[in-house]
């Protein structure tokens, strides 16, 4: 099974960009799909982006669209989530999910089993 390492948070400046990366462990991390989730103090953990497990599907939700690219490496078992034109509003701890890798990409939480533990996104105005 996969365990997962988030890094490459921290403080940055509005307009900014952060490169964030998750690590797999395991040697089945190309037959995950891949997603990375955010959460705020006092909400939900919401959706950000995904993967399928062979990169060809992509998703994001809309208020990252056009600024957040997500991608991913199977030989090096690492996605990434590149953060560009950063706001206020998107800071988080940022969370990478493995669900089952599928042709369909996942963007629920219930659609993954496998969690990092997070890496903080401050983004100051």
């Known amino acids: 099974q996969v365990q997962l390492v988030e890094s490459g948070g921290g403080l940055v400046q509005a307009g900014g960009s952060l490169r964030l990366s998750c690590a797999a462990s395991?040697?089945?991390?190309?037959?995950?799909?891949m997603g990375w989730f955010r959460q705020a103090p006092g909400n939900e953990r919401d959706f950000v982006a995904a993967i399928t497990w062979r990169g060809g599907s992509t998703a994001y939700a809309d208020s990252v669209k056009g600024r957040f690219t997500i991608s991913r490496d199977n030989a090096k078992n690492t996605v990434y989530l590149q953060m560009n034109s950063l706001k206020p509003e998107d800071t988080a701890v940022y969370y990478c999910?493995?669900?089952?890798?599928?042709?369909?990409?996942?963007?629920?939480?219930?659609?993954?089993?496998?969690w990092g533990q997070g890496t903080q996104v401050t983004v100051s105005s």
């Open positions: 395991g040697r089945t991390f190309s037959s995950y799909n």
């Open positions: 999910a493995a669900g089952r890798g599928t042709f369909v990409v996942l963007t629920t939480t219930y659609s993954y089993d496998r």
